[in-house]
């Protein structure tokens, strides 16, 4: 067969950036060392790859995460950076422990960097003095929320940053967070060649929302899920509850409904699930819940925040990193739903849920946290092997690269013919257009 394949289709191009040949002998011991060749099938149907298989060309794939048996920086010679940045997630503090105690235990590497509230931490004017991580200092630092390191938003100057790291000898730079956090990574990596440095940058992506391209799960979903549950599982107390009742929820999905419809599916007391990949009119929506009530007597409303944008006025505020401030769907549905019921003379009882705050500040759970695990792990050995502007994927259940800018290059959306949207609509029973 030739060499692999993009069919003159760029968007297809896995190929991974390198610093150099690995020479060193690499000093993990006891476990299986990945094949430099290893790779894993882009798709999973046999008809998509068809058009390769006909040309007689490798269909595209991913080159698979894991150690390799010689690898391109000498661990005693650098020090290693881990910064976190954008909104908060389940899991950030297992990715953190893990890269840790993978740098420390599988490479000996002594110095590791905890740089402080985003890419603040790497701009020295800012003041924040980094933190030296250890094994011992993040022994525990999986059981809590949040992040250690903190987190920011707003633009920094590549040249500030990369300095910061060619000052502290920094060799590999781990990047946790989201498409605004691994596009300001790809900057720092085409600045370190630019400067002909040797610095590695690897993106952990970071999203609950599950909405990275080229990735097909990401840590702390899960747990917001189950999180999520929690407060679908009240809404439908409540609701059931009482006469004429309803319940809203709303949940996190800026522009993709994945948390929303997921948790429709593990709680399906759900009767209305709103997603931003869905379009509905206000109207439609209103007359659905009237008849839901006149029929059942209650109804359970989730929403995710993204949903619905059209049917307030736009805002055009933006936060620190320039992302669009987005209308809040769930007030505005609490208010628009009792006048509409107020206006009809119809006495309904009405709870609104916003557990945002709350699911996001858990802690991982044991399916996360074994998540956060390997892949702080699969980074480690890719950036130690010398691979850069790259992230770390999870990809028909393997650990998998994927360069930068294809993970930054859309966003990832439910498809509305799916399976996963499809069986949203059998679940809820609501009608496919509202
Ligand atoms: P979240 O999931 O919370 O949105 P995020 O990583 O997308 O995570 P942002 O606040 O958008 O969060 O970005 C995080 C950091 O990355 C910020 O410091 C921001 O300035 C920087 N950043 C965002 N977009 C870019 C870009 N295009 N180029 C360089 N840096 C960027
Ligand atoms: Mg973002």
Redesign the pocket.
Known sequence: MRQEGDMGNTELDFTIERLGECHIPSPVKGIRFVDDDGRVLYHSHLQEMKPWLDEGIHPPAMEAAGPREKVFFDPSRIACGIVT???ICPGLNDVIRSIVLSLCHHYCVQKIYGFRF??EGLVQRYGHKPLELTADSVAQIHEIGGTILGS?????EPSEMVKTLEDLNVGILFTI?????Q??AQ?IAEEATRRGLEISVIGIP??IDNDISYIQATFGFETAVAEARRATYAAHTEADAARNSISLVKLMGRDSGFIAAYSVLVNSHVNFCLVPEARFTLDGLLRALKERLERRGHAVVVVAEGAGQNLMEATAER?A?G?IKYGDIGIFLRDAIRDYFRKASLEINLKYIDPSYIIRSMPANPHDAAFCLLLGQSAVHAGMSGRTNMVVSFWNREFTHVPITLAVSQRKKIDTSSMLWNSVLAVTGQPDMM
């Open positions: 940045c954008g909104g985003g890419y920011s938003r707003g633009p920094q967070g989201g498409d605004g956090t596009r300001g900057k970071k999203t936060d990193s992302n």
